[in-house]
């Protein structure tokens, strides 16, 4: 089965550094992916994590560690516009066809 | 590149009609097309996975006369909604992949509303 938990919702303050965790279970895994999801509108490419490891881009990085099925996103110097929907998703790995499931996503709060 | 084009955005239907969602990829041939939804303050759920020329497959609990997918070219899968209720209203959004592009190569398109009345 499929298994893909991370923190319902999080407050941070504006300029401040956020750590948002995930943790998986899945059946095959082929990568981790992170979405920032704004009110209404489709997900946004942030980070795929394929090797254990922290890749870093900007303000923000991503770190896997496959053994312990374990992932987060790091924001730095936060601002207003961060305030979103974070979702972690696996890449799931089943024959012929690959597919991504989806955490419940983190809803992160920005106060000024 | 990499452009997924969703339509319509928006779509308010009676109950007991049918709504068709499209889901094209501009740029790029897209081997496999993903359907999702999602309901207010929840994440996507995937409902089906379709390949070109081939029939979906669809997740456990999606009721696939329900939701019809047809992946009939490389560029277009398209969801229809049939007879709708109020409760299938939510926000529908596609992705699409294809082995040419970049490992993370899973592009979304920017989603449909529905609203049953």
């Known amino acids: 089965g499929q298994n893909i938990d991370q923190p319902t919702e999080m407050t941070a303050t504006e300029g401040a550094i956020v750590q948002i965790n995930c943790t998986y279970q899945?059946?095959?895994?082929?990568?981790l992916f992170w979405y920032q999801q704004h009110a209404g509108e489709a997900p946004t490419f942030l980070s795929y994590?394929?090797?254990?490891g922290l890749e870093e881009k900007g303000r923000f990085s991503s770190f896997l560690s496959r053994s312990k099925g374990y992932s987060y996103l790091l924001l730095k110097e936060l601002q207003m516009k961060d305030s979103a929907s974070y979702l972690c998703?696996?890449?799931?790995?089943?024959?012929?066809?690959?597919?991504?499931?989806f955490g419940k996503g983190t809803r992160l709060h920005i106060l000024p | 590149g990499a452009v997924v084009s969703q339509h319509p955005s928006r779509v308010i239907c009676k109950s007991g009609t049918s709504v068709k969602i499209e889901c094209r990829s501009l740029?790029?041939?897209?081997?496999?097309m993903f359907w999702y939804r999602q309901f207010p303050k929840q994440s996507l759920m995937l409902m089906a996975t379709?390949?070109?020329?081939?029939?979906?497959?669809?997740e456990q609990g999606v009721e696939k006369d329900k939701f019809l997918i047809n992946h009939a070219s490389l560029t277009l899968s398209t969801l229809t909604v049939t007879s709708a209720h109020p409760e299938d209203s939510s926000f529908y959004i596609c992705?699409?992949?294809?082995?040419?592009?970049?490992?993370?190569?899973?592009?979304f398109g920017s989603g449909t509303r529905l609203t049953v009345v």
């Open positions: 379709s390949n070109e020329g081939s029939k979906a497959t669809y």
């Open positions: 992705s699409a992949t294809s082995p040419a592009l970049a490992g993370y190569g899973y592009t």
């Open positions: 899945t059946s095959g895994f082929n990568g």
């Open positions: 994590n394929v090797l254990d």
């Open positions: 998703a696996v890449r799931d790995e089943r024959g012929r066809d690959d597919k991504i499931i």
């Open positions: 740029d790029f041939q897209a081997t496999t």
